[in-house]
């Protein structure tokens, strides 16, 4: 079954089953009610006349954990990860609660793995510069893989988030990723 | 009206009325230009055979402000900005400021909801800065597990030092419905 671009009536033409059965049942079936099967779900073009549908995904970790990696590194408590279907689009949201106690700078950044192969990279990091007192700052980066980033590889891909410092202890809470499919 | 698989007609079917409105009539009363209304309008699924349209919206106010209060609240001037929206079950709220503290303390900026869902200011939904330097930033999450219906999403503030004073600009929150 696939999208036809609807018949034309004719007068005194026959209307029959076939033609009933390819440009309402069919192209019906191509429309979002009958498409949407997972609440929250939203939906994509995947090509002319094509719809799938596509989901979120957001996971966190509270936990307060540090490093002196400077090269990417996991904490602790590995992640926050997300697994989700996409095409060659998704918009990723890093957020982490970071503090330094000496000069440098701490990231958090994103890596793509199982479909896709995307190293975590300051390029596309939440990132803080400097020596921060009283708990630190909370920030967000927001990047969309396939457009600013580079593109995904279809199918089912894991987010996520990678550390490291340029120089001393960075102290990394309250850690989110948000990831919309395209 | 409520989606139907469409039927499969054969050659001897006899098409009556109820056929015809139920197949024809009502699955294209579900489909995205029957539920379009407003400009800008965005579809998701709100259940199996079931689409809904849904907004984003935002709202700013630039002017500087402060507060010394070590509680959220509002600021010394005026409250917000604020939005209003019907959203379902999750909606994606973006935190944006600009935030200058008059010491080594931070301030913190978190959002309320009131409405069909009551959710609490709390530092693990805020965006918190440190320092003297101003700094830009937004903070964006999904607030999940929403009673379906009316919301008003609304920026509250403080400073982690209870008498020290945080500045806040260009404040903006972004909501979109989902």
């Given amino acids: ?182 | 009206m409520a989606w139907t698989t469409p039927y499969t007609w054969t050659d001897d079917d006899i098409w009556d009325p109820d056929l015809m409105n139920v197949q024809i009539r009502d699955n294209l009363n579900e489909t995205m230009p029957a539920k379009a209304a407003l400009p800008n309008q965005f579809f998701r699924v709100n259940d199996s055979g079931n689409v809904v349209g849904r907004v984003a919206v935002y709202s700013d106010i630039s002017q500087a402000d402060f507060t010394t209060a070590s509680v959220y609240g509002d600021l010394e001037n005026r409250r917000g900005p604020s939005v209003r929206l019907e959203v379902g079950t999750s909606a994606l709220v973006e935190i944006t400021a600009r935030i200058r503290s008059t010491g080594s303390h931070a301030g913190a900026v978190s959002c309320r909801v009131t409405g069909s869902t009551q959710i609490g200011f709390s530092d693990t939904r805020a965006l918190i800065q440190a320092g003297t330097s101003s700094h830009s930033a937004s903070h964006a999450m999904v607030y999940d597990g929403l009673n379906p219906g009316m919301h008003r999403f609304e920026l509250k503030y403080r400073t982690f030092s209870v008498g020290n004073a945080v500045n806040f600009f260009y404040r903006r929150i972004a909501v979109r419905a989902l």
């Fill in chain 1, 1 to 182: 079954m696939a999208w036809t671009a609807p018949m034309t009536a004719v007068a005194n033409a026959f209307f029959t089953s076939a033609d009933y059965n390819t440009n309402v049942r069919d192209n019906l079936l191509e429309t979002m009610p009958a498409i949407a099967s997972t609440p929250t779900a939203h939906f994509v073009g995947t090509g002319p006349n094509k719809l799938i549908q596509r989901t979120s995904a957001e996971a966190s970790v509270d936990t307060v954990e540090t490093t002196t990696n400077t090269s990417w590194t996991n904490l602790s408590t590995n992640g926050p990860l997300v697994d989700i279907v996409t095409g060659s689009v998704a918009l990723v949201c890093v957020t982490a609660r970071t503090r330094l106690t000496t000069a440098g700078a701490v990231y958090a950044s994103v890596e793509v793995t199982n479909s896709s192969s995307i190293s975590a990279s300051e390029d596309w990091a939440a990132s803080t510069v400097g020596v921060s007192s009283n708990g630190g700052g909370r920030i967000s980066n927001t990047m969309v893989f396939g457009k600013s980033e580079p593109a995904l590889t279809p199918g089912t891909n894991r987010f996520r988030v990678r550390y490291r410092v340029t120089s001393g202890t960075g102290e990394f809470a309250q850690r989110s990723i948000l990831v919309i499919a395209f």
